[in-house]
């Protein structure tokens, strides 16, 4: 099975870190994919050390080490961001804490593993019905800087499943019955670009978001498509 991507990304803002992204191993398919999600509202200064502490280690600790199964292999990585993120409170730079809003996600095989911090939104769409995939309340509201990324689910996925990643900003303004439609109806692309035109009608700024659907085959993949909800 393949996983088609798009992404609604957006401009850098001077007062808040937004990001996301698709990660996968060149030329090795069977490490599957990793999506992430991560909103930091606070100045770019900081959100940007947290962002890069969460993308190097998930390319150092998952994409550059010796082969394990997927799940093990995404555990240990999970480890090794919070140790990241643990450092970057023993050097002095802890006003991240408690700020995060972040969920990464590996697709490997008709397999899905998640772990997240904070409020994010997590759906599949499958045949009609919208199944959430996280739940925000498990969020542990003391923070254990060593447990940031403290839970961890997984699912099978079957063909034609869409999956949603974003922010919390979109579960604050958009409507299930939203989601589940345009989910439903539309390609990933046209998902996104369905999503950025009722951002730019409710004059939203702080939206990222990742749509996939899984799809038959193993031939060559097209790239992801990012679609940009501009700051205007």
């Given at each position: 099975m393949n996983l088609q991507i798009a992404r609604l990304a957006t401009v850098k803002f001077a007062e808040r870190t937004l990001a996301s992204g698709v990660m996968e191993h060149e030329g090795d398919d069977q490490y599957g994919k990793i999506i992430y999600v991560?909103?930091?509202p606070l100045p770019l200064a900081i959100g940007e050390q947290v962002e890069?502490?969460?993308v190097s280690t998930i390319q150092e600790e998952y994409f550059a080490v010796e082969r394990k199964s997927p799940l093990y292999q995404f555990e240990d990585c999970v480890k090794a961001i919070n140790l990241s993120l643990s450092e970057l409170a023993e050097n002095g730079?802890?006003?991240w804490i408690g700020h995060i809003h972040a969920v990464i996600a590996l697709w490997a095989g008709d397999e899905l593993f998640v772990t997240h911090a904070g409020k994010v939104l997590g759906?599949?769409?499958r045949s009609g019905t919208l199944v959430s995939f996280i739940d925000s309340s498990l969020s542990d509201k003391r923070v254990m800087v060593h447990k940031t990324f403290a839970n961890l689910t997984s699912g099978q996925l079957h063909l034609n499943d869409r999956i949603i990643v974003g922010n919390g900003e979109i579960l604050r303004h958009f409507s299930p019955q939203f989601l589940s439609q345009t989910a439903a109806a539309l390609l990933p692309t046209e998902c996104v670009r369905d999503m950025q035109a009722?951002?730019?009608r409710l004059?939203?700024?702080y939206i990222t978001a990742i749509v996939g659907q899984i799809t038959e085959g193993d031939d060559d993949e097209a790239p992801p498509t990012s679609v940009l909800l501009s700051a205007d």
């Open positions: 991560i909103d930091v890069h502490a969460i730079k802890t006003d759906l599949v769409a009722a951002a730019r004059n939203l700024r």
